[in-house]
């Protein structure tokens, strides 16, 4: 539920700070405290452990964070809300305020990721915590269609290869969900708060993450297609040649496939892109 004097005080920071909230950057800011306290409940942060908070917005998370975490590093691309963030967290001695774009970044070495996630780079971060070395746990919300998305099952409409990347390297699991009133300025979908653990044995295991992510890019433009037909137009008229590694699953359709086929699937496509001499 939205609480008045939480909208209030953002109101009044975002005034401070010079900032009118922008469509495009999809800048929602939480004022709810139900859905601050499922963000904070979810990531279960020890005293000692390290959290990166990606697009940190005015601080409402940070500080909630700040008060469980050893270390916070709370990364902000706009310079109006990073330069906010700097004079309401200069006393804080465990508040490092990075501005800087996430996705031109290398992510730094901390124990997890926590973000309200700006709708217009959900998916994007999603992937590079996904095929980032360091990911051990991120929570983070979602609008609710991409939070559907990452628990979908093989066959439905929502299935993609952000399902499939989730599902093989990581356990999702959905903590809450919050209606548009939860943020300022109201979104127009509702929001759900992910947990994303990272799975202790890969099921791709064996599969390194640039072929996994070329060769699901590369399915799924094609999702609806055989996969008979998909690799014939991917792998340039080769489909005949993949009869004895995947004779099984080629009448299928790619959104059909399981995430174990379809990382047995990358993997076929990475070992023909390496004996052809094949980029990306």
Do not use: H
Request: charged content about 25%; some cysteine.
């Amino acid at each position: 539920m939205r609480d008045e004097r939480l909208l209030f005080k953002t109101e009044r920071a975002l005034r401070e700070a010079g900032i009118k909230p922008s469509k495009r950057l999809g800048q929602n800011y939480a004022v709810d405290l139900g859905l601050i306290g499922c963000i904070v409940g979810a990531a279960a942060i020890g005293p000692g452990e390290s959290v990166l908070e990606i697009g940190a917005g005015i601080g409402t998370l940070t500080e909630e964070l700040a008060r469980a975490a050893r270390r916070v590093i709370a990364v902000e691309k706009d310079r109006r809300a990073a330069d906010y963030l700097r004079r309401a967290f200069s006393a804080a001695g465990n508040v490092e305020v990075v501005e800087g774009d996430i996705l031109e970044m290398e992510m730094p070495a901390v124990d997890k990721v926590v973000s309200n996630l700006p709708f217009s780079i959900s998916t994007p971060v999603t992937f590079k915590i996904l095929g980032w070395e360091g990911f051990r746990e991120a929570v983070l919300t979602y609008q609710t269609e991409v939070a559907e998305r990452l628990t979908a099952a093989p066959g439905s409409r929502e299935y993609s290869r952000l399902t499939v990347a989730a599902a093989l390297l990581a356990e999702a699991s959905i903590a809450g969900r919050f209606p548009p009133s939860a943020f300022y300025p109201e979104p127009e979908v509702g929001s759900a708060v992910v947990i994303l653990r990272r799975r202790g044995s890969p099921i791709a295991a064996g599969v390194g993450w640039a072929a996994l992510d070329n060769g699901l890019k590369a399915l799924f433009s094609q999702r609806k297609r055989t996969l008979r037909k998909a690799l014939s137009t991917i792998c340039r008229g080769t489909a005949a040649n993949w009869e004895g590694e995947l004779g099984g699953l080629l009448a299928k359709r790619v959104f059909e496939l399981s995430p174990t086929e379809l990382a047995r699937v990358c993997s076929s496509m990475d070992a023909w892109r390496q004996r052809s001499g094949t980029e990306g």
